[in-house]
């Protein structure tokens, strides 16, 4: 794990078991795996994975684009 010029942590390549994501992968039951961890790979720098967790305020309309883009990860 790195942290960036701005104090943000993330990895500048895919960690070991991790895998491409889907949208069942961020809730069960129809709720929200609150807490989980995620890494959204950028667009524009292809080795930076970004750390995130599942909140309350994750919206699937906000996560799908980057789900299609097959640019989010979730550890098995």
Not at 35 to 48: D, H, S, T, V
Not at 69 to 74: E, I, K, L, M
């Amino acid at each position: 794990m790195n942290i960036d010029r701005n104090g943000f942590e993330y990895f500048d390549e895919l960690p070991e078991g991790y895998r491409i994501a889907t949208l069942d992968d961020f809730h069960s039951n129809g709720r929200r795996k609150l807490g989980k961890e995620y890494l959204i790979q950028w667009a524009n720098n292809q080795k930076y994975y970004e750390i995130r967790h599942i909140t309350e305020k994750l919206t699937g309309e906000w996560l799908i684009p980057f789900i299609n883009a097959n640019r989010v990860f979730v550890h098995e």
